[in-house]
């Protein structure tokens, strides 16, 4: 029998051949289907992780004391965020509190501090569960090699004491690290010996060691305070205000006085604001100067009716 020229078997072939083009399209379907599936897949996904970590790079720069991350050790350190509280008719938008970058109202229990740099640091023995707020979350690493640069008092506060016997206290900046946590202040320096500045400090420590017999030590997050050397202060101004007219530090310690408190803002953002809108009037070649000019821009957002 001639199997290249039988009957039977050119009709089996034909109906094999028939199943074989039959199947690959079957095929050809199914392989569009899956991949158009894992494109849908990788397109939600992609999408997903843009919605969270867009806003943060592409957003507007945070105002003064809009937290970052979780404090770490070093110089730079960052105080709590504020809660979310639901605002009072009235008040519009996030109300960060002062202490960072661009203050709009100041924590209870804060000081506001003139002081000047001194060229001395000095080693800070540093335990997280004696930290205040999110401090205590510092991981031990953070917390093992802390430094904090010396400050002369100049001035504070009628009633408060924020140094010792010789006017001096030590401020731990912090600054953030991996994954958005402070950590240990990896600059060679932070504010230049003899530079005078102004802080609003806040008790950030239950208690010392023992074997610490130097002055008062605060934290603070070292890119957003002191002013004027602070560098989200100085972003701030290049990148979103260019302002050549800067509030001197005696100034803007003076504006850190007469802001009111948080509970006061949300009260009544007008009234509490009113030492301050006083503060301006006298001093009315100031009011275009930086940062006060975005400050009061952002209040009367929040002010607004």
């Given amino acids: 029998m001639d199997y290249f020229t039988d009957s039977r078997v050119l009709a089996a072939e034909a109906r094999h051949s028939k199943r074989r083009r039959r ?3 079957i095929y050809g379907i199914v392989d569009k289907i899956f991949f158009l599936a894992l494109l849908a897949l990788a397109v939600l996904v992609i999408s997903f992780f843009a919605r969270i970590v867009l806003p943060h790079i592409f957003g507007p720069t945070p105002v003064e ?14 105080h709590a965020s504020a809660g979310s509280i639901s605002s009072p008719p009235g008040v519009t938008g996030d109300l960060p509190p002062a202490g960072e970058g661009l203050p709009l109202f100041r924590e209870a ?6 002081a000047r740099a001194m060229d001395r640091w000095s080693g800070v023995p540093t335990d997280a569960h004696h930290l205040l707020g999110d401090y205590r979350l510092l991981p031990p690493y953070a917390t093992q090699n802390t430094r904090g640069q010396l400050f002369e008092l100049l001035e504070a506060e009628e009633g408060r004491a924020p140094a010792d016997g010789e006017g001096r206290f030590v401020v731990v900046p912090w600054t953030l690290g991996c994954g958005c946590a402070n950590e240990g202040w990896d600059q060679p ?3 230049p010996p003899g530079d005078t500045v102004a802080f609003l400090l806040k008790e950030t420590r239950e208690r ?3 074997s610490w017999t130097g002055p008062p030590v605060y934290d603070v997050q070292g890119w957003h305070q002191p002013y004027p050397t602070g560098d989200f202060i100085t972003f701030w101004r290049t990148t979103r205000e260019a302002n050549p007219d800067w509030l001197t530090a005696r100034e803007f310690f003076e504006l850190l006085r007469v802001l009111p408190t948080e509970h006061a ?27 006060l000019s975005t400050i009061l821009s952002e209040w009367e957002k929040r002010a607004r009716p």
């Fill in 265 to 291: 803002f949300r009260l009544d953002p007008v009234a509490s604001y009113g030492p301050l809108l006083a503060w301006v009037d006298g001093k009315p070649r100031r009011k275009g100067a930086f940062p």
């Fill in 109 to 114: 229990g804060t000081v506001a501090v003139l």
């Fill in 189 to 191: 320096d932070w504010v």
């Fill in 23 to 25: 199947a690959g399209a």
């Fill in 65 to 78: 004391g809009q937290e970052l991350g979780v404090a770490s050790s070093g110089v730079h350190a960052g």
């Fill in 208 to 210: 010392m060691p023992a």
